[in-house]
């Protein structure tokens, strides 16, 4: 066994890095986190017709991330195959090398690239139904979509006195008006440092409203829009909260793990940790 270690750890220097089992794992990580961000794709394009531009968007941030994977797992496969090669050509060689050892590490190579096929499968799975939700969306965008939204300029406010009314008009429950002056904040001071605040009461609007499908998406332009805002954790947290008030608990629970997988010692991660004893 020593001797069969000796010979593979050679192959994988001369090789400047066989193929191995972490590297299925890294390239397995990544594949879960991309079929995750297109599970919650799928559990807002029914509802969200007219969001087909945020989907493309997304789903163009997936293509990405789908051609760069791809590519991984081609050179992936390529280092499998020049590693069955040379493992399969020195063994044959050496006579000290028993049949059992020859096996086992036919058996290895032949485990990697069942795992890599599988993975291949899997992104023209993901491929599939974009292809298909891209198609969808464009036949849905309405033309007015693409129109900003025209405000009652008047005495023109300064950004802290637009932010405080928005915020007053949420805090007293009027909800509508709040949504249109967070909404006007954004489009007139969209590098504003409260921006990233004024997106995530957008999303608490309409999760106060319970229309949580729109409440995900506009938690979601946190995320993405602001990654080193104050509010990502808080948006994970709402997020998993109105998947969980969807009957989507599986949804739910990938976003309360990712909350305390990023941020494990933020209050949202407790709460995190609290309700998923709750499933």
């Known amino acids: 066994m020593k001797y069969f270690t000796l ?3 050679a192959f994988c220097i001369a090789l400047g890095g066989c193929a191995s089992q972490q590297d299925v794992i890294i390239l397995d990580d990544r594949l879960i986190e991309l079929e995750f961000q297109l599970s919650k794709i799928k559990s807002v394009a029914k509802s969200q017709k007219t969001e087909g531009n945020k989907l493309r968007g997304q789903s163009a941030g997936l293509r990405a991330n789908l051609n760069e994977i791809r590519a991984e ?3 992936l496969s390529g280092k499998i195959e020049e590693t069955e090669f040379l493992l ?3 063994l044959a060689a050496s006579a000290k090398a028993s049949d059992e050892l ?3 590490s036919e058996k290895q190579l032949d485990g990697l690239k069942e795992i890599t096929a599988f993975n291949k499968d899997r992104i023209t799975q993901i491929e599939q139904y974009l292809n298909l939700e891209l198609s969808k969306s464009a036949h849905t965008v309405k033309p007015d979509l693409a129109k900003k939204p025209t405000y009652q300029t008047g005495n023109k406010l300064t950004e802290n006195e637009l932010y405080q009314q928005a915020k007053q008009a949420f805090d007293k429950g009027s909800l509508d008006a709040a949504r249109g002056k967070f909404e006007e904040f954004l489009d007139r001071y969209p590098k504003s440092q409260k921006a990233d605040n004024a997106q995530f009461w ?3 609007v309409f999760y106060r409203e319970k229309w949580y499908e729109k409440a995900i998406l506009e938690y979601q332009k946190v995320i993405e829009n602001y990654p080193k ?3 990502v954790e808080d948006s994970l947290l709402k997020q998993g909260f109105a998947f969980y008030n969807l009957k989507d608990k599986p949804n739910s629970r990938l976003i309360f793990k990712e909350l305390i997988k990023k941020y494990p010692g933020s209050n949202q ?3 995190a940790r609290k309700k998923l004893k709750e499933f």
């Open 7 to 9: 010979i593979l750890t």
């Open 73 to 75: 797992i081609q050179a």
């Open 88 to 90: 399969k050509q020195n």
């Open 102 to 104: 020859n096996q086992k």
């Open 202 to 204: 957008i999303g608490e």
């Open 229 to 231: 805002g104050n509010k």
């Open 269 to 271: 991660a407790k709460i």
